[in-house]
């Protein structure tokens, strides 16, 4: 799955769940959902695959929350959520659209 798709799928995921994505970050970058280790962390074998950490889904669902009432694309959840994955911040725009 890709992270496109795994974002548009967001609100079907468990909120305790990580999502682990290839770099570098795109729409189309391979994705996985996964539960996190014994130490809240990203399981081996989805680091030996070549998967990082790039946000719990809870943390992602919060972050898409800026949008409020003025639904946004899949382009933009996505570009948001890669900037924040990146910067631990909002971008700009987000505010300006």
Not at 12 to 36: F, G, H, K, M
Not at 55 to 69: I, K, M, Q, T
């Amino acid at each position: 799955m890709t992270l496109g798709e795994t974002i548009n799928r967001l609100d079907t995921l468990d909120e305790n769940a990580i999502l682990c994505v290839r770099q570098p970050w795109t729409p189309s970058s391979e994705c996985a959902v996964t539960a996190p280790d014994e130490n809240l962390g990203v399981p081996r074998h989805v680091k030996d695959s070549g998967l990082a950490y790039f946000l719990e889904v809870h943390v992602a669902r919060e972050v898409l929350d800026v949008f409020g009432d003025k639904p946004p694309t899949t382009e933009e959840k996505v570009r948001l959520l890669i900037h924040y994955a990146e910067n631990d911040a909002y971008p700009e725009w987000v505010y300006q659209r």
